[in-house]
């Protein structure tokens, strides 16, 4: 029955080559931790783009794990995903109050323009269409995001320029003007205490302040809480390429990684984000590689 538990499921597409070598490596890194395979699916996704069958036989022959427990998981979280996913991800908020400021439109335009419906991909693998029950950013609906991109009040006439943006690369960012870039609050993914710091705005928000460590020196950190923004304010300068150490300022426990970052190999930062999620920055000077993931 184990043995079926994936192959029964029609959003399973068909297996592509997977490395060995590449999953071994991934969970060769966590062998000692049975209880993180969240950790291992991440690092799979970030590998492959999606976590494919093969993938997770391994991970659960390995881990001595029950396949049914290990698909469990990857079918649980939004953020992974079991068919290949387009260069682009579009999520479209269908949530209460999405859904009362015309929400379904903007779905059903999504659909029409890209030629899908939701949970499926462009034959061209540009564009993947998903949809969310929240973006924790209720007030400001029908909310879309476009690679990471959060876009308030969307409405059909839009959807059209939006598409082609992200086909051609949004450009560099205007903060006062781009509507793609959005206020996040964020907590410790350790202790979970609030990160945001009204004391000390950057852009005109309340910040996100953090403790780093670097070079044998420590001291603190304040990052923009506008998702996009790469402006910051820092206690000591970091000489650029330098990899930095994330702690909380609350519990003085140093942020987990359990990704590298896909530019420059170097660890990603987590942080937790109110209404569902996790941030995730890159911690070296000077490279600019961001995610969020919606769980």
Aim: glycine share 8%; proline share 4%; with cysteine.
């Amino acid at each position: 029955m184990e043995q079926t538990a994936i192959s029964n499921k029609e959003n399973i597409c068909a297996e592509e080559e997977v490395d060995l070598k590449d999953v071994l490596r991934i969970l060769e890194k966590h062998n000692e931790d049975r209880g993180g395979l969240i950790a291992i699916l991440e690092e799979i996704q970030a590998e492959y783009g999606y976590l494919p069958e093969k993938s997770l036989r391994i991970a659960s022959e390995k881990t001595g794990r029950p396949l049914v427990d290990v698909y469990s998981v990857a079918t649980f979280y939004r953020s992974f995903s079991l068919k290949p996913r387009g260069k682009h991800l579009v999520y479209a908020c269908v949530g209460t109050a999405c859904h009362v400021r015309g929400a379904p439109r903007i779905v059903e335009e999504l659909k029409h323009q890209l030629g899908i419906k939701a949970g499926e991909t462009t034959p061209d693998k540009e564009f993947t269409l998903e949809t969310v029950n929240c973006l924790g950013a209720c007030a400001l609906g029908p909310v879309v995001v476009i690679d990471g991109r959060y876009f308030s009040k969307v409405r059909k006439s839009r959807i059209s320029q939006l598409l082609e943006q992200a086909r051609n690369g949004f450009g560099k960012l205007d903060i006062r003007k781009d509507k793609g870039i959005f206020p996040i609050n964020v907590n410790c993914p350790h202790c979970n205490h609030s990160l945001n710091d009204e004391t000390f705005e950057i852009d005109g928000h309340p910040s996100i302040r953090v403790t780093i460590s670097c070079d044998h020196k420590q001291g603190w950190l304040r990052l923009s809480c506008l998702y996009g923004s790469y402006n910051f304010a820092s206690e000591f300068d970091v000489s650029a390429g330098s990899v930095v150490s994330f702690l909380c300022p609350h519990c003085v426990v140093e942020f987990p990684s359990t990704l590298d970052c896909s530019m420059c190999t170097a660890p990603m930062v987590p942080m937790l984000v109110d209404g569902g999620g996790i941030v995730q920055i890159c911690s070296r000077r000077g490279c600019k590689n961001h995610m969020l993931d919606l769980v």
